[in-house]
C-alpha cells in the first residue's frame, strides 16, 4: 500500500524558516518526482513545485510565489522528501500537501498525504 | 504562466443530474490537463488524467473531454458522494497550474 506522510507544520513567525518532510512507503521512492501542492484556509489549490527523481537529474521546478525562498530535497536511502521554506510570509499559510505522480517523471497526482498546517503568524 | 479558468464556480444539482464544469486554459495545453476531486479536510483525488483517461477505480460515470484550450469534466448521474469541490490541473509546463475550483452543491 502506497503510503505519503508530511510532518513538520506548525505555527512560524514570518521571516522564519520551517522545514517539511514527506515520508513514504510502498513504492520505489527513488524512481518518482515528488510535487507539493498548497492549500490556504478556504481557497484552492496551488502548485508549489517538484523535486525530479535521480535518474532525471533530480532537479527541480517552482511556482513563481516560492521561487527563491523555497527549495527540495530528497533522501533517497531513507524514502523521503523535504520542502525547505525560507523567509516565510504570512501568506504561505496553508496546508502543504506532498504527492506521487503517475509515472516516474509525472507531476499529476496520483497519491497524496493528508497534508500538514503551516501558519505563518506573529 | 498558463492560467486555467473553471465555470462555474459553484453549482447546485440534485442526486440523479447530469453535471458538466469546464475548464478553460489561456493558450494551448493538447491534453495535458488532469481533474481532481476534493471532500472539505481531505486530499485531493485524481478522478482524469490526458483529458479523457478515468483513474483506476473512479466510477464510470465521471468522463473528461477536450484538448487544446477547453476542457470538460461530466458526471452522468450525480451521487450523493460527488457533492465536492473540483479541480483541474494542466501539466503541460512549469509551472502547473490549477483551476479556482467549482463547488457542487446539494440543490
Do not use: H
Not at chain 1, 514570518?14 to 490556504?40: E, H, I, K, T
Not at chain 2, 442526486?15 to 478553460?24: E, H, K, M, N, S
Not at chain 2, 486554459?25 to 481532481?36: D, F
Not at chain 2, 487544446?68 to 460527488?82: A, C, K, N, V, Y
Amino acid at each position: 500500500e502506497v503510503q505519503l506522510v508530511e510532518s513538520g507544520g506548525g505555527l512560524v513567525q514570518p521571516g522564519r524558516s520551517l522545514r517539511l518532510s514527506c515520508a513514504v512507503s510502498g513504492f520505489n521512492f527513488g524512481d518518482y518526482a515528488m510535487s507539493w501542492v498548497r492549500q490556504a484556509p478556504g481557497k484552492g489549490l496551488e502548485w508549489v513545485g517538484l523535486i525530479r527523481s535521480q535518474p532525471y537529474g533530480g532537479t527541480t521546478e517552482y511556482a513563481a510565489s516560492v521561487k527563491g525562498r523555497f527549495s527540495f530535497s530528497r533522501d533517497d536511502s531513507k524514502s523521503i522528501a523535504f520542502l525547505q521554506m525560507n523567509s516565510l510570509k504570512t501568506e504561505d499559510t496553508a496546508v502543504y500537501y506532498c504527492s506521487r505522480g503517475l509515472y516516474s517523471s509525472s507531476s499529476v497526482g496520483r497519491y497524496w498525504g493528508q497534508g500538514t498546517l503551516v501558519t505563518v503568524s506573529s | 504562466d498558463i492560467q486555467m479558468t473553471q465555470s462555474p464556480s459553484t453549482l447546485s444539482a440534485s442526486v440523479g443530474d447530469r453535471v458538466t464544469i469546464t475548464c478553460r486554459a489561456s493558450q494551448s495545453i493538447s491534453g495535458w490537463l488532469a481533474w481532481y476531486q476534493q471532500k472539505p479536510g481531505e486530499a485531493p483525488n485524481l478522478l482524469i488524467y490526458k483529458a479523457s483517461s478515468l483513474e483506476s477505480g473512479v466510477p464510470s460515470r465521471f468522463s473528461g473531454s477536450g484538448s487544446g484550450t477547453e476542457f470538460t469534466l461530466t458526471i452522468s448521474s450525480m451521487q450523493p458522494d460527488d457533492f465536492a469541490t473540483y479541480y483541474c490541473q494542466q501539466y503541460s509546463s512549469y509551472p502547473n497550474t490549477f483551476g479556482q475550483g467549482t463547488k457542487l452543491e446539494i440543490k
